[in-house]
């Protein structure tokens, strides 16, 4: 599997069997898995989200958004629960307006899933926690199964 690095961006070839094991980063040398949300930029998009084989659920927030700061500590326990087999990413729409307007985002929050930089599922609004982590099996699910066929 290649996974991007969420502090430098760097790419690394790494065994879907070690994916547990707390592997480091062949550039920095930090952990490849920090059981938290990743800041998404322009700079990093491509190797964290285009280039990475790992499923990334982004989250489309702005710092005014009540909704978005309420539902930030569900989502924040969701990449402590999920990593290493999904990877978190805040995109901040207000400073990443360009990938705001690439996804066209209407709304905040809203979250998607992607998998090799294609949209998998997408949905808008903040949800409670027992639903958000059912929108997330559901649709991990199905990419395991495309991955598998």
């Known amino acids: 599997m290649?996974?991007?690095?969420?502090?430098?961006?760097?790419?690394n070839r790494l065994p879907a069997s070690r994916l547990g094991q707390t592997p480091l980063c062949?550039?920095?040398?930090?952990?490849?898995?920090?059981?938290?949300?990743v800041d998404i930029?322009?700079?990093?998009?491509?190797n964290l989200v285009?280039?990475?084989?790992?499923?990334?659920?982004?989250?489309?927030w702005a710092a005014w958004c009540g909704p978005c700061?309420?539902?930030?500590?569900?989502?924040?326990?969701a990449a402590r629960e999920f990593e290493p087999h999904l990877r978190f990413g805040k995109i901040n729409t207000e400073t990443q307006q360009q990938l705001a307007a690439q996804f066209q985002?209407?709304?905040i929050p809203t979250l998607m899933l992607l998998h090799k930089g294609q949209v998998v599922a997408q949905l808008a609004g903040a949800?409670?926690?027992q639903q958000f982590y059912q929108w997330l099996q559901q649709h991990?699910?199905?990419?395991?199964l495309q991955n598998e066929q």
């Open 2 to 11: 290649i996974i991007a690095c969420p502090h430098c961006a760097g790419l």
């Open 26 to 37: 062949g550039k920095c040398g930090q952990s490849l898995f920090t059981g938290s949300p």
């Open 41 to 46: 930029t322009a700079e990093n998009f491509a």
């Open 50 to 60: 285009q280039k990475s084989d790992l499923p990334v659920v982004l989250d489309f």
């Open 69 to 77: 700061q309420s539902f930030a500590p569900t989502f924040a326990q």
């Open 105 to 107: 985002i209407r709304s």
């Open 127 to 129: 949800l409670p926690k």
């Open 140 to 144: 991990r699910s199905a990419i395991s």
